[in-house]
């Protein structure tokens, strides 16, 4: 660029060329908007730290006159610069950090996704742009885990403000589903601690990187190096900012970072948590989508929540006008279209709102609207008269093809602009008079429309990176379609490992990390966005069925389209034998369960009862007769040389004698009662026990929490190996004071917390029934007291009898442990349901490192004699006997569901170890105790009708 001519002035200033449209820059006033050079940016920047300095110093946006600008408005100062100036100012090497927080606080960029907040004192006025970001707060959920390993817990809290939780966490991962406001997040909070640094000198040093950029580096502190050389040249030591715990470091996009396969991408996550542990003085911010945050950091989690009702509505009004908002309102709300699950997204309500801004009209699913997006954005850039740009077809193609390259090369989501250039040279032509070469004329298109940015590279180089990369999944989806269309084989895009001869090793996990998914192919939400854009959706579902029944099923759930009863049914089914087949990976037969969960788990019956839903497990029959319950004194004995004191309670090993019944394959889900919470359960009183009755109207009729203390103080007296077996567990000593201080310490101290715990539970429903980690229907319900697993028996009787399933001489209940541990054991003497040995690859207890439920029957391949899934592991199962000695008499009183008293649970759970789950093991709790991993499985007491 060449110099202009420059005159000077009084007080200092400078003029060049035309005040009126070039570059001033004087003590008090800067405008910078053509003509300038790089020594005029710099001068212009030191001028902006000083006016940013200054408390009350305003930012706003405005077009005018063909030109859109930025200004700052102090008391005696301003600035106005042209946008284009205003980027080149945040791309600069900065000479020093107050230059550095500068360009931050005026960068476009960071101004276009942190305008849902306030960032600075004064205010931010936005252009009305449909292109722009959702100008809306979302809220989020701060899962708080206590405990490590197995024995985490995590608790929900929702908060109004991601600067609550910067406040109070150093070191957390932002989660969300794709075009949440993940980024939005975290640029929110680089551009306030840059605001917060220059004008006080005070907090952390921000710099924010994505990963999309992590390639080809040794480790994290390669790359933060690299990065802030990038921005800060040499003026400042990213070692000593980290010795001296001054750097926040906020890292977006755990989900771009290029990998060449699962292995090496759990590698480089182990290596970011090796750093965040290395520096843990400083504070590091990641960010992630849900579904792909599979290898965890080991941090605290923060989700943002979908947006509700009122958080749309006050959008709408605020972009549309309060009679359009109402219509557009009223069109998604009624709609059978599902609009409003879209609405529910940030992204896509910036979406639904520019073309119905335009159009009048809305897509009817996400495919769709990124179509009807893209052309809306083409359509208002074609309408500034480019003669010589090519048609619209041209650059959809180019686009798709574009996007297509770039998740088939792995190389994350950004390329150079010659890299880019490479990938569209032979892919389009352009026309011949433009005078561009053809990648020349796709990329300037794709800026000028928003569908493309730009950036400076690490080497001086230009950048190019989708502007979302929803957006770059969607025209890559297009391009899908098309390969799909003529005749080409998508298996390398659409197959993952799913076999256990083929599922790549896990690798060592620690203690705190579950065992992951299945690896990702990538190309999971292209393909599904691809089905919303088939037009013969089963068909093309259909071809992905054959490879990956799991992403056929997701398409049919997320795709938003239409599709037939005969293609539900046979993924159903696909996913059932997914499930129940041993050669399938346990990593896949979980992720199989989940998605059947969702599209519709043909296991269990539905039934209509009065108009009313009702949902019934399979259940399997159990000859009657005479069984031995217990253990022997060789096991006992076994067991105490081991240090576990519990074997005594389960002597003597002696006979019983059983009438038939039928007991549930699985243990109750969540699908199953939630017909019951549906159904207002909770008040047909009837239902509930007398006791139950109590505990409804707040009371702990069984004890509470000091019933419960006295429990765990038991336990360890038994098994005073616990902390033992612990101490040898990597990172468990939190886990260890944590008990330590339960039942070691000040008792009252004990009572308190707990107290505490039971307080906050709602006698309405279970506990942690809203919490999505446990809420998938065909996961085992947790949270359940004694009672209300009593009172759920109670009322599927009713439900069973009025359709005619149960006659009056039978009823649904708890089984008693009798009669628990002979469906899972059988006539003989095993020690668990499938043999004498416990092995972590047959049951999800913490062995296996689930760390969570999982989907009833994944398990199948290790079923009790009689059929029983789960007898060992996932939830503990309340039975309906009170906890009394052996030998087991079903007529000393222990079988009174009024009488008072723990009451037995059997078969362990995904927190504890399998040695608990062991078919003659007695575990107990209070009756009114609840916890994550507490559940239960129904019985009939004679044949059904």
Request: with cysteine; charged share 25%.
């Amino acid at each position: 660029m060449s110099e202009p001519e420059s005159v000077s002035t009084e007080g200092g200033a400078v003029v060049h060329g035309d005040v009126g449209s070039g570059t001033f820059i004087g003590r008090d006033q800067i405008i910078v908007l053509s003509g300038y050079s790089q020594a005029q940016l710099e001068q212009a920047l030191e001028g902006m730290v000083h006016m940013l300095q200054q408390p009350g110093t305003s930012i706003r946006f405005a077009d005018g006159e063909g030109r859109r600008t930025m200004s700052l408005a102090g008391e005696d100062t301003g600035a106005t610069v042209s946008l284009e100036a205003a980027m080149a100012l945040s791309s600069m090497v900065a000479r020093n950090q107050s230059s550095y927080l500068a360009s931050m606080i005026v960068s476009p960029v960071l101004r276009r996704w942190g305008t849902q907040f306030v960032p600075l004192s004064g205010t931010l006025t936005v252009v009305q742009d449909p292109s722009g970001i959702l100008e809306v707060h979302p809220e989020f959920s701060i899962l708080h885990a206590r405990g490590e390993g197995a024995e985490r817990r995590v608790f929900r809290e929702r908060v109004p403000d991601i600067s609550t939780v910067a406040r109070r966490y150093d070191t957390f991962v932002v989660l969300g589903e794709p075009g949440a406001g993940k980024t939005t997040v975290l640029c929110k909070l680089a551009l306030e601690a840059a605001e917060t640094r220059l004008r006080t000198g005070a907090g952390r040093l921000p710099l924010l990187v994505t990963l999309a950029d992590y390639r080809d580096y040794t480790d994290p502190y390669a790359f933060v190096a690299d990065q802030a050389r990038q921005r800060l040249g040499d003026s400042v030591s990213v070692r000593d900012l980290l010795a001296r715990g001054e750097l926040l470091l906020l890292v977006d996009s755990l989900n771009e970072m290029p990998r060449a396969g699962d292995q090496e991408f759990r590698g480089k996550i182990r290596s970011w948590r090796d750093f965040v542990n290395r520096w843990p003085e400083n504070q590091f911010i990641f960010s992630c989508r849900q579904r792909d945050y599979s290898e965890p950091l080991g941090v605290q989690q923060v989700e943002i929540d979908p947006l509700d009702d009122a958080r749309i509505r006050l959008f709408l009004e605020q972009y549309l006008g309060d009679e359009s908002a109402e219509s557009f309102w009223m069109r998604i709300a009624a709609g059978r279209d599902n609009l409003v699950s879209l609405a529910r997204n940030p992204y896509l309500l910036t979406m639904l709102t520019a073309i119905y801004l335009f159009e009048g009209d809305l897509p009817t699913n996400r495919a769709l609207l990124f179509t009807n997006f893209i052309e809306v954005l083409f359509r208002r850039e074609s309408s500034k008269g480019h003669t010589d740009w090519p048609p619209q077809t041209v650059l959809f193609t180019a686009l798709a093809q574009l996007a297509w390259s770039m998740l088939a090369s792995g190389e994350g989501t950004k390329l150079s602009y010659s890299a880019m250039a490479r990938l569209l040279r032979h892919q389009v032509d352009a026309p011949l008079d433009s005078g561009y070469t053809p990648s020349d004329v796709i990329i300037q298109l794709g800026l000028a429309t928003s569908l493309l940015e730009s950036h400076a590279g690490a080497e001086g180089e230009e950048e190019i990176f989708f502007y979302h990369h929803l957006l770059q999944e969607a025209m890559a989806a297009r391009e899908m379609l098309r390969r799909w269309r003529s005749g080409e084989d998508l298996t390398p895009q659409v197959a993952v490992p799913r076999l256990v001869v083929e599922m790549p090793d896990a690798g060592p996990l620690g203690p705190n990390e579950p065992l992951p998914p299945p690896p990702s192919s990538g190309w999971e939400e292209t393909t599904v966005l691809a089905a919303g854009l088939a037009e013969d959706p089963s068909a093309f579902i259909e071809s992905v069925r054959g490879v990956n029944p799991i992403l056929a099923a997701r398409c049919v759930l997320e795709a938003g389209i239409a599709t037939t009863e005969s293609l539900r049914s046979l993924l159903v089914a696909d996913l059932q034998r997914e499930m129940s087949d041993p050669a399938v990976h346990l990593r896949a037969r979980i992720a199989a369960g989940n998605v059947l969960g969702d599209l519709g788990d043909g296991r269990f019956e539905q039934l209509t009862v009065d108009d009313r839903p009702v949902c019934l497990g399979p259940l399997v029959e159990v000859p009657g007769g005479k069984t031995r319950i217990g253990s022997t004194g060789r096991v006992t004995r076994q067991l105490s040389r081991e240090g576990h004191g519990f074997g005594k309670e389960e002597q003597p090993r002696h006979p019983v004698r059983l009438a038939p019944y039928r007991v549930g394959v699985h243990p109750v889900t969540n699908g199953e009662y939630r017909r019951f919470v549906e159904d207002d359960g909770y008040r047909k009183f009837g239902c509930w026990t007398e006791a139950g009755r109590a505990w409804l109207r707040g009371e702990n009729p069984g004890g509470g929490p000091e019933a419960e203390f006295l429990n765990l103080r038991r336990h360890l007296s038994v098994d005073p190996s616990t902390l033992a077996r612990w101490q040898q567990t990597p990172g468990a000593s939190k886990e260890i004071s944590g008990w330590r201080a339960l039942v070691s310490e000040s008792d009252q101290r004990a009572i308190v917390e707990l107290e505490e715990y039971y307080a906050r539970r709602s006698r309405t429903q279970p506990a942690f029934w809203e919490d999505e980690r446990y809420g998938r229907s065909n996961h085992p319900v947790v949270g359940v007291t004694w009672y209300e697993a009593m009172a759920y028996c109670a009322w599927l009787t009713v439900q069973l009898k009025l359709a005619g399933h149960l006659d009056q001489t039978h009823a649904v209940r708890l089984a008693t442990e009798a009669e628990w541990e002979h469906a899972a054991k059988g006539f003989g003497s095993p020690a668990y349901p499938w043999g004498r040995n416990g092995d972590s690859r047959f049951a999800n207890t913490r062995e296996g490192q689930i760390l969570g439920p999982t989907p009833v029957g994944a398990y199948a391949v290790t079923r009790s004699p009689f059929g029983c899934a789960d007898m060992t592991g996932n939830v503990w199962e309340w039975t309906r006997s009170l906890h009394r000695s052996y030998p087991y008499d079903p007529t000393d009183g222990r079988e009174d569901e009024n009488d008072h008293g723990y009451r037995v649970v059997r078969g362990s759970s995904w927190i504890d170890p399998q040695l608990y789950g062991r078919c003659a093991y007695r575990g107990r709790h209070p009756p009114d105790f609840f916890d994550y991993d507490q559940g239960f499985r129904v019985v009939v007491s004679g044949r059904p009708e």
